[in-house]
C-alpha cells in the first residue's frame, strides 16, 4: 500500500498544475499580508471601545424587538455579539485593536475554499485521468487488488489536502509575525450554548482549521467518487466545485424556511458552529446530529466509487 500511495504521489507532483497551485496559494498569502500591512495600516480603531460596545449592544437589543419573526440564523448572530459585549464590559477585556499573527492567520481561514478547490481538482483527475490516459489497464493488470488501487487513490489525496492545508496555516503564521508581529495575550470569545467562554488564540486557530477540514474532505470525496463511477474529470470537478461554493448559501437559504434542510450535506460540513465561530442554520441541531449525517454521505460515496470500479470492465 504505501509504495501505491508513493507511486500516486509521484504522479501528483510530476505535473505542472500541481506547483500552479502551491505558487498561487503562497502568492495569496502574501499578497494578503501586504494588502492589510500597507494598504490598512491607517485602519486603526479611535475612540472608547466601552462606549463602542455599550452601544452595539442596545443596538443589537433594538434590532431583536423590531424583528421577532427574523430568521433564527440572524437572531443567533445577534445573540451572540450582544453577550460577547456584555462579556467584555463585565470583564474589562478590550477587543484587539489593528492586526496580529493570530488574526491573520484566522483571516486566512478564508482560503481553505481554496485549498478545496485544489483538492476538488486532484481527486477528480486521479482516477477519470488513468482512464482517460489510458493507463488503467497497466495498473490493473499488476497483481493488487481494485479496492488497494482505489483506496491508494483516495489517501493520496487526502495527503495532499492535508499538505497544502499545512502549508497554509504555517507558511500564514510566519507572514503574519513577519508583517504584524506576535499574537498578543488576548483571549477569544467565543459563544458556545448560550455563555461566553475564552479561549486561547493559538487552540482557537488549530481547531479553526482543522474543523475546516471536514468539508475539503467531503467535497474531494464527493469528486473522487464522482471521477471513479464516470471516469469524467471535467463532470467531477463542475459538480463538485458549483457545489462547494453554492451548496451552503443555498441550504441556508432553504433553512430559513424548513427545519428538513438540516439533513443536506452542506448544513452539516461546517462543524464550528458547535465551537462558536458560528450560528447554527437550524436551531435543534446537534454535534452528534452532524457526525451522523457526514458518515452517512460519507459512506454512500465511497460505496458508490468502490462497488462502481470493482466492476466495471475495462477491457475495451
Known amino acids: 500500500m504505501f509504495n501505491l500511495i508513493k507511486n500516486e504521489w509521484i504522479k501528483i507532483f510530476s505535473r505542472p498544475g500541481t506547483y500552479v497551485m502551491i505558487g498561487l ?13 500597507f494598504i490598512g ?10 462606549q463602542e460596545a455599550q452601544a452595539n449592544i442596545e443596538g443589537d437589543k433594538q434590532i431583536l ?9 440572524n437572531k443567533q448572530l445577534a445573540e451572540e455579539r450582544i453577550a460577547i459585549n456584555e462579556y467584555r464590559l463585565e470583564n474589562d477585556i478590550e477587543p484587539v485593536s489593528g492586526e496580529n499573527m493570530w488574526s491573520f492567520v484566522n ?13 476538488i481538482i486532484i481527486a477528480a483527475g486521479i482516477v477519470a485521468g488513468e482512464f482517460t490516459w489510458g493507463t488503467i489497464k497497466l495498473l490493473l493488470i499488476r ?76 467535497m474531494a470525496t464527493m469528486a473522487f467518487m464522482i471521477s471513479a463511477v464516470f471516469r469524467s474529470s471535467s463532470l467531477a470537478i463542475g459538480i463538485s466545485l458549483f457545489l462547494l461554493f453554492m451548496g451552503s448559501t443555498a441550504t441556508g437559504f432553504i433553512a430559513m424556511k424548513y427545519d428538513w434542510a438540516k439533513y443536506s450535506l452542506f448544513a452539516n460540513t461546517d462543524l464550528r458552529m458547535y465551537t462558536g ?15 451522523t449525517v457526514l458518515l452517512i454521505y460519507f ?17 475495451a
Request: charged fraction near 15%.
Open 25 to 37: 496559494l503562497v502568492l495569496l498569502i502574501i499578497g494578503a499580508g501586504s494588502a492589510m500591512k
Open 41 to 50: 495600516a491607517a485602519d486603526t480603531p479611535e475612540g472608547d471601545w466601552k
Open 65 to 73: 424587538e423590531e424583528n421577532q419573526g427574523m430568521p433564527a440564523f
Open 107 to 119: 483571516f486566512n481561514a478564508n482560503f481553505i475554499d481554496i485549498v478545496g478547490l485544489f483538492a
Open 143 to 218: 497483481p493488487i487488488s481494485r479496492t488497494k488501487i482505489l483506496l491508494s487513490k483516495y489517501i493520496t489525496v487526502l495527503l495532499f489536502g492535508a499538505a497544502l492545508l499545512a502549508t497554509l496555516f504555517v507558511l500564514s503564521a510566519i507572514v503574519g509575525a513577519i508583517f504584524f508581529g506576535g499574537g498578543g495575550s488576548q483571549p477569544h470569545l467565543v459563544y458556545i450554548d448560550g455563555t461566553v467562554q475564552e479561549q486561547s488564540m493559538l487552540f482557537f486557530s488549530i481547531k479553526n482549521y482543522l474543523l475546516s477540514t471536514i468539508s475539503i474532505t467531503m
Open 277 to 291: 465561530a458560528m450560528p447554527k442554520l437550524v436551531e435543534d441541531m446537534t454535534l452528534g446530529f452532524s457526525i
Open 299 to 315: 459512506v454512500i460515496f465511497h460505496l458508490l466509487a468502490f462497488i462502481v470500479f470493482n466492476k466495471r470492465d475495462v477491457a
